[in-house]
C-alpha cells in the first residue's frame, strides 16, 4: 500500500489552518469575556463607592450637629439599596468571571487541538520528506546499477571484438 504523502500532507495543512483559525476566534471571544468580567467587577466597585460616598457624606452631616433619626432612617435605607445592588453587581461580576473562565477553557482546548494538528502535519512533512529521500535514493542506485551494468556490456562488447 503507498501513501500519497503529499495529499495527506495538505488535509494536515488544512487541519492546522482550521484549528488556527479557531483558536483566532476563541482569542477573541476570550478576550471579549475578559473585558466584560472587568466591566463588572469595575461597576461592583462603583456600587461600592457610591456606598462608602454616602456613609461619608452622612457621618459629615452628623458631625456638623445635625442629627436626625429620620435622617439616620433615611440614611439605613439607602444604604440597604445599595447593599442590593452592590449584590446584584457582584453576582454579575461573577457570573462573567465564570463566563470568561469558560471561555478561557475553551481557547485552552483549541490551543491543545492546534498543537495537535501542528504535530501531525510536522510528522506528515518529515515522513513525506523521507520518502523523498528514499525514492531519490532509490532512483540513484538504479542509475549507477544501469550505468555499471552499461559499463559492463561496453567492456564485454569490446573484449568480444578483440
Known amino acids: ?8 500532507v495538505e488535509v494536515r495543512e488544512r487541519r492546522r489552518t482550521s ?3 479557531l483558536v ?15 466591566q463588572a467587577q469595575a461597576r461592583q466597585q462603583q456600587q461600592v463607592n457610591a456606598k462608602l460616598q454616602h456613609w ?3 457621618a459629615g452631616a452628623l458631625s456638623g450637629g445635625e442629627c436626625q ?19 446584584q453587581a457582584g453576582e454579575a461580576a ?11 477553557q475553551v481557547l485552552d482546548a483549541s490551543r491543545l487541538k492546534l498543537r495537535a494538528a501542528s504535530g501531525e502535519l510536522e510528522a506528515a512533512q518529515q515522513m513525506q520528506q523521507r520518502t523523498r529521500s528514499e525514492a531519490r535514493r532509490q532512483r540513484e542506485q ?11 556490456q561496453a567492456w564485454l562488447s569490446r573484449r568480444a571484438r578483440a
Open 1 to 8: 500500500m503507498s501513501i500519497d504523502w503529499t495529499l495527506l
Open 19 to 21: 484549528a488556527l483559525e
Open 24 to 38: 483566532a476566534r476563541e482569542r477573541r471571544a476570550a478576550a471579549e469575556s475578559l473585558a466584560a468580567w472587568q
Open 56 to 58: 461619608q457624606a452622612t
Open 69 to 87: 433619626v429620620a435622617h439616620l432612617r433615611q440614611a439605613g435605607a439607602w444604604s440597604g439599596a445599595l447593599d442590593a445592588q452592590i449584590a
Open 94 to 104: 461573577a457570573q462573567a468571571g465564570q463566563a470568561h473562565a469558560q471561555r478561557q
Open 142 to 152: 538504479r542509475l549507477d546499477a544501469a550505468t555499471e551494468e552499461a559499463a559492463a
